[in-house]
């Protein structure tokens, strides 16, 4: 299950108002779920458990209605294409946007949101805008700030997956467990110190200091630091413990990119054709329905 942006129009007959207020009801709702957003671990208690009950029982009646008052184009599922444009897809995942980490934090929570048709062109230039800024070099002060506080919870995700197998292996009596040159692994992971949460740059982005050299910034070295021997301590873990339903195979060096790799992500081709996907459905006087 994911979280999509399906192609609409709201009927001919639906009240402006009602499909508006049901709108910003389905984004209030979701948005205020905490698990969605949270920039730490949620262990779940009973607060946490209710604001998320709530949320979604509030966010499900929103969307049960705005979807009564938009028309979808219709579906052929002998051919799987949609009747009205068959080279258009009838929906598109919102991580397009949302997973984009180089978008603003604020920008990505509002984006779970439907988008009427007569907002859609000006939330593309948005969109746009700022991944051509982005590309020609602007806002690096704020876009490394941002880097530093998505790069340190990757890290952190990291650092505690791999000392929650270090230690879940002191439990094992077997064999391999025992060996000599996991303990050694084992010890130094288990010594680690966690990395600590950097704040989101919540504040506007500015032109100031538009071209600087990262590495001058004593956070950005330290978290190269800390990635590398994180990175370097999975590799030395995945060779010693030998049992392949024990190794971190899915966490290493490309799970973090440098700050030029972050800013990468304003020229990843699945975004570029998102882009160019909402464009046609603003063409076609179609907005964008928030469907999970």
Same mark, same amino acid.
């Given at each position: 299950? @994911?979280?999509?942006?399906?192609?609409?129009?709201?009927?001919?007959?639906?009240?402006?108002?009602?499909? $508006?207020?049901?709108?910003?009801?389905?984004?209030?709702?979701?948005?205020?779920?905490?698990?969605?957003?949270?920039?730490? #671990?949620?262990?779940?208690?009973?607060?946490?458990?209710?604001?998320?009950?709530?949320? $979604?029982?509030?966010?499900?009646?929103?969307?049960?209605?705005?979807?009564?008052?938009?028309?979808?184009?219709?579906?052929?599922?002998?051919?799987?294409?949609?009747?009205?444009?068959?080279?258009?897809?009838?929906?598109?995942?919102?991580?397009?946007? #949302?997973?984009?980490?180089?978008?603003?934090?604020?920008? /990505?929570?509002?984006?779970?949101?439907?988008?009427?048709?007569?907002?859609?062109?000006?939330?593309?230039?948005?969109?746009?805008?700022?991944?051509?800024?982005?590309?020609?070099?602007?806002?690096?002060?704020?876009?490394?700030?941002?880097?530093?506080?998505?790069?340190?919870?990757?890290?952190?995700?990291?650092?505690?997956?791999?000392?929650?197998?270090?230690?879940?292996?002191?439990?094992?009596?077997?064999?391999?467990?025992?060996?000599? $040159?996991?303990?050694?692994?084992?010890?130094?992971?288990?010594?680690?110190?966690?990395?600590?949460?950097?704040?989101?740059?919540?504040?506007?982005? #500015?032109?100031?200091?538009?071209?600087?050299?990262?590495?001058?910034?004593?956070?950005?070295?330290?978290?190269?630091?800390?990635?590398?021997?994180?990175?370097?301590?999975?590799?030395?873990?995945?060779?010693?413990?030998?049992?392949?339903?024990?190794?971190?195979?899915?966490?290493?060096?490309?799970?973090?990119?440098?700050?030029?790799?972050?800013?990468?992500?304003? /020229?990843?081709?699945?975004?570029?054709?998102?882009?160019?996907?909402?464009?046609?459905?603003?063409?076609? @006087?179609? @907005?964008?329905?928030?469907?999970?």
């Amino acid at each position: 299950m @994911g979280i999509d942006w399906s192609r609409m129009r709201p009927k001919h007959d639906a009240d402006p108002a009602e499909v $508006e207020r049901l709108i910003r009801r389905q984004a209030e709702a979701f948005q205020a779920t905490p698990y969605h957003w949270a920039t730490d #671990t949620l262990t779940p208690d009973s607060y946490l458990e209710r604001t998320r009950e709530q949320s $979604e029982r509030a966010y499900l009646e929103a969307f049960r209605a705005l979807k009564e008052l938009l028309d979808f184009p219709e579906y052929d599922d002998e051919t799987d294409q949609c009747r009205d444009r068959a080279d258009l897809a009838p929906c598109w995942r919102v991580y397009a946007i #949302t997973w984009t980490t180089v978008f603003p934090p604020q920008w /990505r929570l509002r984006a779970h949101r439907t988008i009427l048709p007569h907002e859609l062109a000006s939330q593309i230039e948005e969109w746009q805008s700022w991944l051509s800024a982005v590309e020609a070099g602007r806002f690096r002060r704020y876009l490394l700030d941002l880097y530093i506080y998505e790069a340190t919870m990757v890290l952190r995700v990291h650092d505690e997956l791999l000392k929650d197998l270090a230690a879940a292996s002191l439990s094992k009596q077997t064999a391999w467990a025992r060996r000599p $040159e996991l303990a050694v692994v084992r010890e130094q992971i288990l010594g680690l110190t966690a990395p600590d949460l950097a704040s989101a740059p919540l504040r506007p982005a #500015t032109d100031d200091e538009s071209f600087f050299d990262p590495g001058d910034d004593a956070r950005y070295r330290d978290l190269q630091q800390r990635i590398a021997e994180v990175c370097t301590l999975t590799q030395d873990w995945n060779r010693a413990v030998r049992k392949p339903r024990w190794r971190l195979d899915t966490w290493h060096r490309g799970n973090h990119p440098d700050f030029d790799g972050f800013l990468a992500q304003a /020229r990843d081709p699945w975004l570029r054709d998102f882009l160019n996907w909402a464009e046609t459905c603003n063409a076609l @006087g179609m @907005g964008l329905f928030f469907d999970y």
